[in-house]
């Protein structure tokens, strides 16, 4: 199964991907590092602790990283996450700990034993960039062994944390801005799953009773927990997983559309710091007329996806 490490800021959907990646028998998750964002960062670990403890997955390292973005403060969302971050659902904390590694450290050794046996880490950050960033500029050697990058952040069309900006980049847009420089200087291959496909596959309520059914307080309950809470916190009726689609598009690569494609991140603008901009005008012919550079970082760009078809995978 494929090696993974992701990055998170759990955050519900986080935790929606952490028990997919957890339990997946086509996933072989081989660390989780932590970085703030949804939430403080001891807030963080402690739910990525306690989704593996509930998961039976205690074995996973936990590195706990950057507490604040590259430049800025950090800026929560426990408005949507709620305030523990993870939907307020009252579990007992986690009993395991997390490892004695910084998560830049952690991901440097996953990355590195991976690439040492020969099949090269997939890293899946959900979260700001930062850990991302920081390996890149403190390991570079490491950081170019990574066999390929799955992020959920930016939108080509789509925004929600500012009417520019999706809420990964705007947190660390500087971050956002390195690792996709680095990953086009070290040739590491990027798939952006961004806000244009992460809204599309939903759990609905009754999907929520059903798994609640499940067990007592073991992963079906906190997966119907999570989508229940933000269900309401929506005031809908079904929920999105979220970061946990980034995760499923490594098991079912054809259930997404991308599309290779120049992206940039805004990193001043008076209203648009953090926006990733994707570069859809038809290059075709004149690629060599790019006066800015704009063209150098290929991404590829998740813009559409059968939103069922995840969900389906997910539950
Ligand atoms: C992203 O921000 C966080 O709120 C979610 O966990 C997701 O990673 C969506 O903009
Ligand atoms: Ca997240």
């Not at 991976?114 to 960039?129: D, N, R, S």
Request: glycine share 8%.
């Amino acid at each position: 199964s494929l090696p993974v490490l992701l990055d998170v800021d759990t955050g519900v959907d986080d935790a929606c991907a952490l028990l997919l990646a957890a339990l997946h028998p086509g996933i072989d998750l081989r660390a989780v590092t932590c970085v703030g964002g949804n939430a403080p960062l001891p807030d963080v670990v402690r739910n990525t602790l306690t989704v593996l403890e509930v998961c039976g997955r205690a074995d996973v390292p936990v590195g706990a990283g950057a507490s604040h973005p590259l430049l800025e403060r950090p800026v929560d969302a426990r408005h949507v996450h709620g305030d523990d971050g993870m939907a307020d659902l009252g579990w007992a904390p986690p009993t395991s700990k997390p490892d004695q590694r910084h998560a830049v450290d952690l991901l440097r050794q996953t990355v590195d034993e991976a690439h040492a046996h020969g099949t090269p880490l997939t890293v899946v950050p959900l979260a700001p960039m930062t850990n991302i960033a920081l390996l890149a500029r403190m390991y570079p050697e490491s950081f170019a062994r990574i066999g390929r990058i799955v992020f959920m952040g930016g939108g080509a069309m789509v925004s929600n944390a500012t009417a520019a900006a999706e809420f990964n980049v705007f947190h660390d847009p500087e971050a956002t801005a390195v690792v996709l420089d680095a990953s086009a200087d070290h040739g590491v291959p990027v798939t952006m799953y961004g806000l244009d496909v992460f809204y599309e596959p939903r759990i609905t309520l009754s999907q929520c009773d059903e798994l609640a059914a499940l067990d007592e307080r073991g992963p079906a309950a906190l997966a119907a927990g999570l989508m229940r809470f933000m269900s309401h916190r929506f005031e809908s009726d079904s929920a999105t997983i979220g970061d946990a689609g980034a995760v499923a598009i490594l098991l079912d690569p054809d259930a997404v559309q991308t599309q290779r494609l120049p992206v940039r991140v805004e990193l001043s603008g008076t209203w648009t710091r953090g926006r990733t901009i994707v570069d859809t005008r038809d290059w075709s012919g004149d690629m060599d007329h790019d006066p800015h550079g704009l063209a150098e970082a290929q991404v590829d760009v998740a813009l559409e996806i059968d939103g069922p078809r995840v969900a389906a995978l997910w539950l």
